[in-house]
């Protein structure tokens, strides 16, 4: 059993960054491959990034790319989602994820978050 609890989200200006984190409880951190996916109001979940156990795979969403960064430190249990020149349409709940394939798809993951609110003015 694994427990993640997302932080870092907020209300911030379009251009600015946020760092969101998600703290996983367990042993077995390092051997899950992480997400972040969100959803917006209305829309369904959609992926973000996603890191593998071992940190060199790595892959992003194409609206993210170039400007969200994810990372992973495993000897605290956590993993990063570096957010920089926000835009409206990032604001949404961001998720994190654990599960045991390296996947864009939020159904191969297992264990998911509570969530944490992003939302981004003009």
């Known amino acids: 059993q694994v427990q993640l609890v997302e932080s870092g989200g907020g209300l911030v200006q379009a251009g600015a960054s946020l760092r969101l984190s998600c703290a996983a409880s367990?042993?077995?951190?390092?051997?899950?491959?992480m997400g972040w996916f969100r959803q917006a109001p209305g829309k369904e979940r959609e992926f973000v990034a996603t890191i593998a156990s071992v940190e060199s795979r790595l892959w992003y969403s194409d609206s993210v790319k170039g400007r969200f960064t994810i990372s992973r430190d495993n000897a605290k249990n956590t993993v990063y989602l570096q957010m920089n020149r926000l835009k409206p349409e990032d604001t949404a709940v961001y998720y994190c994820?654990?599960?045991?394939?390296?996947?864009?798809?939020?159904?191969?993951?297992?264990?998911w978050g509570q969530g944490t609110q992003v939302t981004v003015s003009s």
């Open positions: 994820a654990a599960g045991q394939t390296y996947s864009t798809r939020s159904r191969a993951y297992d264990y």
């Open positions: 367990g042993r077995t951190f390092g051997s899950f491959a």
